[in-house]
């Protein structure tokens, strides 16, 4: 598994959302300086998080984007499966996944579900306000 710039970023936008709350809303252009990354990347981004209701826009002069819960209720593991789908290791432990032929026989899936836990475990043992 690789976690695109999509997730890292989605991650460091909300990061830099709760490291910067003084009460305003902060533009995305102001992230993107701080981020160093392209604004016009930065604003799909935001717009998941936004559509998912992690962050609140508020259009106009002083409008931007603040985060709706505080920053200990944002997981990692949250924000990176909003943005990439499934974190699952192999195919066949994907949700929807239709039964592997040889889901009775095969002699790597203990490692696969091992894997899988292990991510799941650390990307849902750290939050937003650990990070800060």
Sequence with gaps: MKISTKGRYAVRVMLDLAKHNTGECIKVKEIAERQGVSEKYLEQIIGVLNKAGYVKSVRGAQGGYRLVKEPEEY???????????????????????????????????????????????????VTIADLL
């Design 75 to 125: 997981t990692v593991g949250m924000i990176l499966r909003l943005t990439e789908g499934s974190l699952a290791p192999v195919a066949c432990l994907e949700t929807d996944a239709e039964a592997c032929d040889r889901v009775d026989t095969c002699e790597t899936l203990a490692v696969w579900k091992e894997l899988q836990n292990a991510i799941n475990r650390v990307v849902d043992g």
